[in-house]
């Protein structure tokens, strides 16, 4: 398994003022579950380098069995600060790709040329396609092989509204992931606030939020696992 995962470079919550950026469990879960898993990772991001931490996701009560585990990894921490660019990758070298989510997808990932265009590769070459949380924004401009929105008439979710008022940021972010998977067409549906719920339909899958990220990592893999057994 060669798995692509891609992450947001940007830093900047609105006009808040605030930090934003990936959010670490959504990464660092998804990661072990596919290295665990024997996968061979490739880590990118539109800047290339370093992308940027949400500092929420680094405060204390957000840790994790994965991010404790990452935090003593410097040979992940390495492969993090290296990322390579977006631009520069081809789909046809990855037999899938994973998309962690954090609030910095909303403005950069979500509208950039390279990642709709990539998606696509993936998807029209029968490849697997996961994002997690805010990520599954990422997929409001991708066309399916019927040249229609990609989450049309598809099971989807992503982070609630309910969720997103509960961080007190559903007047900041630039498009709110469920009302955008519905006015797509998905059938959006979601679990409870902050437990983990996941969407498969046919090769694409998305979670909810980061409770999410290791039952979304592991539908991938089950994708994978399906794909090669056939």
């Known amino acids: 398994m060669n798995i692509l995962m891609v992450l947001t470079s940007h830093d900047r919550l609105g006009d808040t003022g605030r930090k934003t950026g ?16 024997g996968a061979k990772i490739t880590l990118v991001s539109p800047a290339g380098g370093q992308p940027p931490l949400d500092p929420g996701s680094d405060e204390e009560s ?26 520069d990758v081809d789909a046809a070298d990855f037999d899938a790709v994973f998309y962690p989510g954090g609030h910095g997808p909303l403005w950069d ?30 997929l409001r401009h991708v066309k399916g092989d ?15 509204n309910a969720e997103e008022i509960a961080v007190g940021l559903i007047d900041v972010v630039p498009v709110k992931v469920e009302d955008e998977l519905k006015r797509l067409g998905g059938h959006y549906a979601r679990g409870a606030e902050w437990a983990s ?34």
């Not at 990936?22 to 898993?37: M, Q, R």
């Not at 390495?78 to 631009?87: D, F, G, I, K, N």
């Not at 040249?147 to 979710?157: C, E």
């Not at 039952?215 to 994708?223: G, H, P």
Request: with cysteine; net charge negative; hydrophobic share 40%.
């Open 146 to 160: 019927d040249g229609q929105p990609l989450v049309r008439g598809r099971k989807v979710t992503g982070f609630s």
């Open 109 to 138: 990932l979500a509208e950039d040329r390279h990642s709709i265009g990539l998606i696509e590769s993936f998807w029209h070459a029968g490849k697997p396609v996961g994002a997690v949380c805010h990520a599954p924004a990422v």
């Open 197 to 230: 719920h996941v969407e498969v339909d046919g090769r694409l899958v998305t979670g909810q939020n980061p409770a999410s990220s290791v039952a979304a990592a592991q539908a991938l893999i089950d994708q994978l696992k399906t794909s090669a057994a056939a």
């Open 22 to 37: 990936f959010w670490l469990e959504e990464f660092a879960a998804p990661y072990y579950a596919f290295k665990d898993a």
């Open 62 to 87: 957000a840790q994790t069995d994965a991010t404790r585990r990452f935090k003593n990894d410097p040979e992940a921490q390495q492969e993090l600060a290296q990322t390579h660019r977006l631009a």
